[in-house]
């Protein structure tokens, strides 16, 4: 994708392809603005990993940490929902960037 300068959708990468602190965190602000804008204010569910920190100033989400070490049952990422979610943003990410080619 080095080579793609306009994609109609946000596209954020590392070297080892992997979710950063702050990556996240850059995510968060412009999801927080977006949602001050629109008068939206939501409750996102976090579990405990290092990519995902507590950022204190957004005004429009509010975090909710699932406890350390938490069994499976209680986190449904955990059963098959991140592969499942991975699969469907794939198919429909290759979707969009065809439509828009």
């Known amino acids: 994708?080095?080579?793609?300068?306009n994609l109609p959708v946000e596209y954020t990468a590392n070297k080892k392809a992997w979710m950063t602190g702050a990556i996240f965190e850059n995510w968060l602000r412009k999801l927080d603005r977006k949602f001050l804008l629109q008068g939206r204010s939501i409750a996102m569910v976090m579990d405990n990993c290092p990519a995902h920190p507590n950022v204190d100033d957004l005004r429009s989400i509010k975090f909710v940490f699932l406890l350390p070490n938490t069994t499976?049952?209680?986190?449904?990422?955990?059963q098959g929902i991140i592969n499942s979610f991975k699969h469907c943003y794939n198919s429909r990410t290759i979707r969009k960037y065809?439509?828009?080619i």
Do not use: T, W
């Open 1 to 5: 994708m080095k080579s793609i300068k």
């Open 72 to 78: 499976s049952y209680l986190q449904p990422c955990d």
């Open 98 to 100: 065809l439509d828009h």
